[in-house]
């Protein structure tokens, strides 16, 4: 098999305080994390990796969380520092940092720009003060501005506002609010999604309450696409807008089913090579992780992916695209024949959820792509 575009993600677990809606790896910080000791183990777990990477050239860098703005711009420094020791960057690599507008003062964007970081998404989430409150969030509306303003004039041209609707007793008119302020600040790219309830979370075990119904919900949605589209931001995936082209280069090797290094407490990674495709994972918990980067020996248990697993795991990642996916890609990506493909999706192509394109592109139906979770899950059902 040919193996695929390739990229780094790093965690760095930690935030001020879990938000209740958030189901990813993250830990309450309390007043003194282990940082330099955390970095440490990060750069341990890099040398590692780079013997995955087998000189491979790593197109873009993804620092997520937690909120990796509660590291300095010096450990960040550092850290960037060890990445380029260890892997051969493109020139042109992407090298992505998550912020929240709360924390940012932990540093300057100036400092993180010359630590090397140089594209920022900064975690927003609304610009209703009265509703980042029923999120959790520690930042208010004047703090997005704040940050997102400071960013630019230090020299930050890509960065990223993420925005969540379906919020708890938002109407049409408030999700627009939160676009239009969004959009005032000119940022290259927005990322919008709604609200979902996940397991493991406080708003899952006591969801709270008016939340949008699905007409609600579907109208905010429908009427925000037509707004962002109005102000040049392109949908290219489900939950991504980017102008003037400026995608983010990192996602998108996800929904292309490229491959990906992991370091970090519960980082995941996934690796193609002539035997097949693997993916492994990273101990979730930081302590955990950090005595086993610390081992004198760490090894990680590579997982080959089967045949039903390729098929469910390319499509969970490329039905999310607007444009769909090239059936060429299908088989680079996974090396099994276009019938594999056919036979995968004769069920959803019947529903009307997927169709085939003249040219070779599969994408989602108008139908599909409204109910794209039902779309996906047949997929999951194929694989159990």
């Not at 990445?83 to 300057?108: D, H, K, Q, Y």
């Not at 690796?271 to 990680?300: C, D, F, W």
């Not at 990642?317 to 059936?327: M, Q, V």
């Amino acid at each position: 098999m040919k193996q695929p575009p390739l990229s780094l993600y790093i965690h760095l677990p930690w935030c001020v305080r879990k938000c209740p809606y958030c189901d990813f790896n993250s830990h309450k910080a309390g007043k003194a994390p282990p940082k330099k000791r955390y970095i440490e183990a990060l750069l341990s777990d890099l040398a590692g990796e780079s013997g995955r990477a087998d000189a491979r050239p790593v197109e873009t860098v993804f620092l997520g969380g937690g909120t990796p703005s509660l590291f300095s711009p010096s450990e960040i420094e550092e850290l960037l520092k060890g990445v380029r020791a260890l892997f051969p960057l493109v020139e042109s690599a992407e090298i992505t940092m998550e912020a929240n507008p709360g924390t940012v003062e932990c540093g300057s964007p100036a400092g993180y720009r010359s630590a090397g970081v140089n594209r920022l998404s900064i975690g927003a989430q609304s610009f209703d003060d009265e509703l980042l409150s029923k999120l959790g969030r520690i930042h208010s509306s004047a703090d997005i501005t704040r940050a997102v303003r400071e960013a630019q004039n230090c020299g930050f041209d890509n960065i990223n506002i993420d925005l969540m609707h379906g919020l708890p007793e938002q109407t049409v008119a408030m999700a627009m609010a939160d676009l239009r302020s969004a959009i005032e600040l000119e940022p290259a790219h927005i990322s919008w999604y709604q609200l979902t309830l996940e397991p493991n979370t406080v708003f899952y075990a006591r969801p709270p309450a008016n939340l949008p119904d699905n007409d609600l919900a579907f109208e905010i949605q429908d009427r925000g696409q037509a707004f962002l589209a109005e102000y040049g931001y392109e949908p290219y995936e489900v939950s991504a807008y980017a102008r003037n082209e400026q995608r983010c280069r990192h996602n998108l090797n996800y929904w292309l089913f490229g491959d990906y290094l992991a370091a970090g407490a519960g980082a995941h990674g996934k690796l193609t090579s002539a035997t097949g495709v693997h993916r492994y994972q990273k101990p979730a918990n930081p302590l955990q992780y950090m005595i086993a980067q610390e081992a004198p020996a760490t090894s990680i248990e590579l997982t080959a992916l089967s045949q039903a697993d390729l098929i469910l795991e390319f499509m969970l990642n490329a039905l999310r695209l607007n444009d769909g996916f090239a059936e060429d890609l299908f088989v680079a990506q996974t090396g099994l024949p276009i019938s594999e493909l056919e036979r995968a999706t004769a069920d959803v192509r019947r529903k009307g959820l997927l169709e085939r394109k003249p040219e070779g592109i599969w994408k989602p139906t108008d139908l599909g792509r409204r109910f794209l979770n039902d779309l996906q899950s047949e997929f999951l059902v194929d694989a159990d």
